[in-house]
């Protein structure tokens, strides 16, 4: 399959099944609550090494959010619930709690729910005060600026992680730029996020490393300095290759930001130096989910 | 279907004990099975039919027409279904109540809403002592529901209140919030003497400061924007009552006690 002269590499994607949940976090401002949200989704690329994913899924407008204040929506992937549990708490205590003006709520009924604002309220000191509106419990703990509200608790969904698509260019510059150009897009899309920076990964890993310690190591295939030195994928003009790794609340959801991003990739075409578009593709040894590229892309 | 209705014959000389007669217990009886129910009257017990006019129709929503203040224990227990009441009702209204909807156009007597646990009661009138409280000795009044008071409400309102929410849209009687223990109680407008006696914890929403002003026991805590009132006000926006219509907002003045206790409750007055 060639779209505007980018050729899509019949081969697919592996992904694996997570555990996720969406959070909303509201504060004075917009400028605020996205500080908050930023400092909540840090150190959240690959669970690899950060214990969880998380992205901020898109901004809320005060109409949009339970204390009708600007806010944001994030959302954060674990590959266990109770990784997942552990990962919100420690971040919700350190980054939201702490975050001035801030308030944190659940954006997602799931059939079970989580611990939120459950174990935060003991840093209350005994002033915490409980209130159940609408069947929710809420805490207000008393903080120095005022009062932190939290929710209580919060849904926990099956989800996917680990979706993802190789850029394949000419150069390093051509390669940023049509990523950026998908991460433009793909951002537009709900119930995913792409945790890397910027949305953005240029150290893509394969399964296993010649070092016993290492359960992921470069994707030397993809690199294109060991194009003489190890068994290559590249060919001899791309120079630089960069992939964009997506987690979802559903399969569907990953589907569709894949095919906006490879079709806002291939927009720019070959014209571009873009010259393929490939997968992370394991040999099934990572995960049950499988996006063929050519069948999202027909 | 239209509903089942009970209308009362003659006004009674005797209490009158209604218990039986909500949705959950009436559920799947035929109308010769409903007046042949014997009610506890006085000290002695009659049929339902020698009461009451009957009128068949849906069990799940029933009406009480012509009630007086002697018919007691209305509603007690029911877990879902309507109950709609045309006169004043006696005491413990909606006792015990887990789900479903009470309406009462007049007033109802002492210890509406006593223990109850979830549902609504709406008062298009005024309500008498103990409203959302919990029986003589007992510990725990209502733990969950709402009660809805378009008028005043008597003495002792929330007595040991633990959960759930008291919305008075006139004035509240002496003693509101005694020994609550948690839950909220908003009064739209003016309280008795002794606001939040013995109050552990809980919320009293006041619009306006009242009459009597704040009792000694009561600290000034200073004013504040308390982020859960907007949420608060928003769920009050599907209620059929003045609450609805109340502007939102999020500035207080917050008081702390009761001091001679645990002092955790809060009087939260509009500013």
């Known amino acids: ?33 996205m500080i908050s949200a930023q400092a909540f989704t840090g150190f959240a690329t690959s669970v690899i090494a950060c214990g969880c994913e998380a992205g901020i899924e898109r901004e809320l407008d ?14 954060i992937f674990a590959m266990g619930g109770k990784g997942l549990a552990k990962q919100v708490e420690t971040r919700a205590g350190q980054c939201v709690l702490t975050s001035p003006t801030s308030a944190l709520f659940s954006g997602l009924d799931g059939e079970k729910d989580m611990a939120l604002g459950q174990n935060l309220r003991f840093f209350g000191d005994g002033f915490q005060i409980s209130k159940v509106i609408d069947g929710k419990r809420y805490w207000r703990i008393p903080v120095m600026d005022g009062e932190f509200l939290t929710e209580e608790k919060t849904g926990v969904a099956a989800a996917v992680g680990g979706g993802n698509f190789l850029v394949l260019a000419e ?21 995913v996020i792409m945790p890397f920076p910027g949305g ?15 359960n992921a190591s470069t994707n030397d295939a993809f690199c294109p300095t060991l194009k003489g030195q190890t068994k290559s994928e590249l060919s001899p003009e791309v120079e630089s290759v960069m992939e964009i790794v997506i987690d979802g609340l559903t399969k569907e959801d990953i589907d569709t930001a894949m095919k906006v991003g490879i079709q806002a990739v291939c927009d720019l075409g070959a014209a571009q130096g873009i010259r393929r578009i490939s997968a992370g593709n394991y040999g099934g040894k990572l995960g049950p989910f499988h996006f063929h590229l050519q069948e999202i892309m027909a | 279907m239209s509903s089942l209705r009970f209308s009362l014959k003659a006004a ?32 002695t017990t009659a049929r339902v039919d020698a009461l009451f006019e009957l009128t068949d129709g849906d069990s799940n929503t029933i009406v009480f027409a012509n009630s007086d203040s002697k018919l007691d224990f209305i509603g007690r227990n029911m877990t879902q279904g309507s109950i709609s009441v045309q006169g004043d009702v006696g005491a413990y209204l909606g006792i015990f109540m887990e789900g479903g909807e009470i309406t009462v156009n007049g007033d109802t007597g002492i210890y509406t809403g006593c223990e109850m646990k979830g ?8 309500a008498g002592d103990f409203v959302g409280g919990a029986r003589p000795g007992r510990r725990n009044g209502m733990t969950g529901g709402m009660v809805i008071v378009t008028g005043n409400t008597g ?29 909220t109680i908003a009064v739209l407008g003016d309280c008795g003497a002794h606001l939040g006696y013995g109050m552990k914890r809980g919320t009293i929403l006041l619009t306006q400061m009242p009459s009597r002003g704040i009792t000694a026991n009561f600290n000034d805590c200073g004013s504040h924007t308390l982020a859960f009132l907007p949420l608060m006000f928003a769920s009050f926006k599907k209620l059929d009552s003045q609450f609805a219509n109340v502007e939102a907002f999020s500035r207080v003045q917050r008081y702390a006690g009761d001091l001679a206790g645990i002092g955790m409750g809060e009087i939260l007055v509009k500013i």
């Open chain 1, 1 to 33: 399959m060639i779209i505007n002269g980018v050729t899509i590499d019949e081969t697919f994607a592996e992904a694996f099944p997570m555990k996720g949940t969406r959070l909303i976090i509201t504060a004075h401002n917009a400028k605020w609550a």
């Open chain 1, 62 to 75: 005060p109409n949009e959010t339970p204390d009708g204040r600007h806010g944001v929506a994030i959302l």
């Open chain 1, 171 to 191: 150069s390093q510059g051509q390669a940023l730029a049509a990523c950026e150009a998908a991460i433009e897009q793909m951002r537009k899309i709900p119930n």
């Open chain 1, 200 to 214: 953005v990964v240029r150290s893509g890993s394969k399964v296993g490393s010649k070092y016993k310690a290492l």
């Open chain 2, 12 to 43: 009674p000389k005797q209490r009158i004990d209604c218990s039986p007669l909500t949705p959950d217990n009436l559920a799947d009886k035929s109308l010769t099975e409903i007046a042949a129910i014997e009610l506890v009257v006085g000290n």
């Open chain 2, 119 to 126: 549902g609504q009661i709406k008062v298009n009138g005024n």
């Open chain 2, 155 to 183: 003495a002792r309102t929330g007595d040991h209140m633990r959960r759930g929410f008291i919305l008075i849209e006139g004035d509240a009687g002496d003693y509101c919030a005694s020994r609550m223990i948690s839950g």
